[in-house]
T-cell receptor, first 114, second 112 residues
Framework: GDSVTQMEGPVTLSEEAFLTINCTYT??????LFWYVQYPGEGLQLLLK?????DKGSNKGFEATYRKETTSFHLEKGSVQVSDSAVYFC?????????????FGKGTKLSVKP | DSGVTQTPKHLITATGQRVTLRCSPR?????VYWYQQSLDQGLQFLIQ???????AKGNILERFSAQQFPDLHSELNLSSLELGDSALYFC???????????FGPGTRLTVT
């Protein structure tokens, strides 16, 4: 079945450092890809998405490009802030057999130090 | 605020008991999804409803059931609870299946 693999954390960075969180997927069809963020004690918020190959999703300085050839959707940010500390989840939307339910990676905890 | 509401926020109960979690989707959203987040299993899809009908099932135990009512709110029923059912349960909604999903704040269930 479809699956998502993302780098396991925790990841600790200093403020203004460059961030990359790797995400690769396995899917039989052409899923939409998402990054969700979960701040401590809160629910999941959609950070960005891409619906087809070569699409770039971006939001709040974060970017990710849907790479069909490498089945990847890596999350990047040029300069992280302390407020970016959270858990980040890569996900795909299962449209082939399902009805758009999300399949998540295990999450990557990011801590940004001042 | 996503517009998705879940009640209760916290629930503490004993093994063998039954609980009901409630979700109200965003206004206009017809599709509701339930997910379970636990330390060992991560985030897992449980079940999906669209306009009152079950559309997809994931890793949902037979002890768990759900329904979506005519007013589109949904309830997740968990019975014969075990310690391993302790988790965060999230509800999400979208306009239609495959659409962008908006998540509620979750219900934290603790089984003692």
């Amino acid at each position: 079945g479809d699956s998502v693999t993302q780098m396991e954390g925790p990841v600790t960075l200093s403020e203004e450092a460059f961030l990359t969180i790797n995400c690769t997927y396995t899917a039989t069809g052409y899923p939409s890809l998402f990054w969700y963020v979960q701040y401590p004690g809160e629910g999941l918020q959609l950070l960005l998405k891409a619906t087809k190959a070569d699409d770039k999703g971006s939001n709040k300085g974060f970017e990710a490009t849907y790479r069909k050839e490498t089945t990847s959707f890596h999350l990047e940010k040029g300069s992280v802030q302390v407020s970016d500390s959270a858990v980040y989840f890569c996900a795909l939307s299962d449209l082939s057999g399902g009805q758009g339910n999300l399949i998540f990676g295990k999450g990557t905890k990011l801590s940004v130090k001042p | 605020d996503s517009g998705v509401t879940q009640t209760p926020k916290h629930l503490i109960t004993a093994t063998g008991q039954r609980v009901t979690l409630r979700c109200s989707p965003r206004s206009g959203d017809l599709s509701v999804y339930w997910y379970q987040q636990s330390l060992d299993q991560g985030l897992q899809f449980l079940i999906q409803y669209y306009n009152g009908e079950e559309r997809a099932k994931g890793n949902i135990l037979e002890r768990f059931s759900a329904q979506q009512f005519p007013d589109l709110h949904s309830e997740l029923n968990l019975s014969s609870l075990e310690l391993g059912d302790s988790a965060l349960y999230f509800c999400a909604s979208s306009v239609e299946p495959g659409g962008e999903q908006y998540f509620g704040p979750g219900t934290r269930l603790t089984v003692t």
